[in-house]
């Protein structure tokens, strides 16, 4: 039952483009055998499509089959059932569909029909031996993933056969031979048919160039670049140096990845460029407080690119100075500095609504200071008030006439607002404190 199994699922897996030629009627005969076999012709095993092989009492057809490649085996064979009763004797006889002619061969021994036997097996197959004046053409593709051969079979001597090597996406023929020697360098072979051949196609795979470059070359570096077979995997990568990332990867104009690290299938040769470009970082400033004044210049930069951030106060307000993270880092309305990173500034104003500049009417000394400082021309009853760059009353005192000394070294170096408060007036005059 196995061994029946095994059988059906062969014919399932084989195909062929033949319409047998002979026809035995299987109804006359209730009794059947099984015969797994290959044909030789002059001792030669046949490996070629479209010959098909029949059996005879008499004239009478018993059964055919034709000859068909099983992959999973790699060999031509053919299984086939023949009718009849037990005792009668059958011959065999051999079709060539590619002439469509009997071929004139002496025949391989009758066989005596014996209902339900199997004879040969697929790792031992029975051998239907064919001799006369023919000779086999046999090939062999190497490597057999390398390309496909028409062409063999059974000639008769004198013959001319043809032969045709077709290689496979990925490879190039390169020559015919026979018993290790050179016979052809051309794909398709014609030659007389004298004797028996065995002839093998060799193929190679192909090789593909692939070469990397980064673009600008100072920007980064790139690996991947060699040699490579045809269907293997080519990694190549690109690492950016210091104060550049990577962009993209381009062949011909076109972006092929945006990953530092692409894997393709190699089927060609290829040239890729790995394109980088200096880090971007973004500059970004507020307004402290809200509507008091607009910024320009935020916006993104490339590293080590030179920004200029430039403060304008609205109406009633003035200008303080620019923060970064509560730092004061410039009292200049137009602050220039390199981008090395993402940076945010606070734009620091003050309202003087009312207010106005001091120093027409008063006079401070030293500005900047390293401490104290003195104040002339404050009116009487008026009030002095020094706020730091961030709006924040850090000192207070009340005028004690027309000249007032503060002592100002308990307050960290930066920028100061003075205000002087009268019942007339209120005047604002800028100081700096520094450490000398």
């Known amino acids: 039952m196995k061994r029946c199994v095994c059988f059906f699922l062969l014919l399932l897996l084989a195909t062929t483009a033949w319409a047998n030629h002979w026809d035995p009627d299987t109804h006359q005969f209730p009794d059947n055998m099984n015969v797994i076999g290959v044909i030789e012709i002059n001792g030669i095993e046949l490996a070629a499509e479209g010959f098909e092989l029949g059996a005879f009492c008499g004239d009478e057809c018993r059964g055919s089959e034709m000859l068909t490649y099983y992959e999973g085996l790699n060999r031509y064979m ?147 670049q060699g040699t490579y077979d045809y269907g293997m995997l080519a990694t190549v990568s690109a690492l950016p140096n210091d104060h550049y990332e990577f962009v993209n990867w381009t062949e011909d104009g076109m972006m092929v990845s945006n990953s530092s690290e692409y894997t393709f299938e190699v089927n060609r040769d290829r040239h890729l460029i790995a394109h980088f470009a200096q880090e971007s970082f973004v500059v970004s400033a507020t307004v402290n407080p809200e509507n008091a004044g607009i910024v320009e210049g935020v916006g993104n930069y490339a590293y080590g690119q030179m920004a200029t ?88 005192r009340d005028g004690e006439g027309e000249e007032i000394t503060l002592d100002l070294s308990v307050l960290p170096d930066g920028y100061y607002f003075l205000f002087v408060h009268s019942q007339e007036e209120r005047r604002l005059i800028r100081l700096i404190k520094t450490a000398r």
């Open 78 to 224: 053919v299984f086939m059932t023949l009718y009849g009763q037990s005792g009668h004797v059958l011959s065999f006889r051999l079709y060539d569909h590619a002439t469509q002619r009997e071929l004139e061969l002496t025949p391989p021994e009758s066989m005596s029909f014996v209902p339900n036997a199997v004879v040969g097996a697929i790792q031992e197959p029975y051998v239907f031996p064919f001799s006369g004046g023919m000779g086999v053409i046999t090939t062999t593709v190497v490597p057999e993933e390398g390309g496909a051969v028409t062409g063999g079979g059974a000639y008769w001597i004198g013959e001319t056969c043809t032969l045709r090597a077709v290689a496979n996406e990925g490879y190039t023929f390169v020559d015919w031979t026979e018993d290790g020697q050179q016979v052809s360098v051309d794909p398709i072979m014609t030659l007389l048919v004298t004797t028996n051949h065995d002839l093998q196609a060799n193929f190679v795979i192909n090789s593909y160039e692939i070469l990397v470059e980064a673009q600008p070359d100072e920007c980064g570096s790139v690996t991947g």
């Open 309 to 396: 951030l430039v403060a304008y106060p609205n109406e009633n307000y003035a200008f303080v100075g620019w923060l970064e993270n509560g730092v004061l880092v410039s009292v200049q309305a137009s602050f220039a500095f390199m981008v090395t990173h993402d940076m945010h500034f606070e734009a620091k104003f003050v309202s003087y609504d009312g207010l106005q500049e001091g120093e027409e009417t008063l006079s401070v000394f030293p500005n900047p200071t390293v401490g104290r400082v003195t104040i002339k021309g404050v009116p009487e009853e008026g009030v002095v008030q020094v706020v730091d760059g961030r709006g924040n009353s850090v000192m207070t």
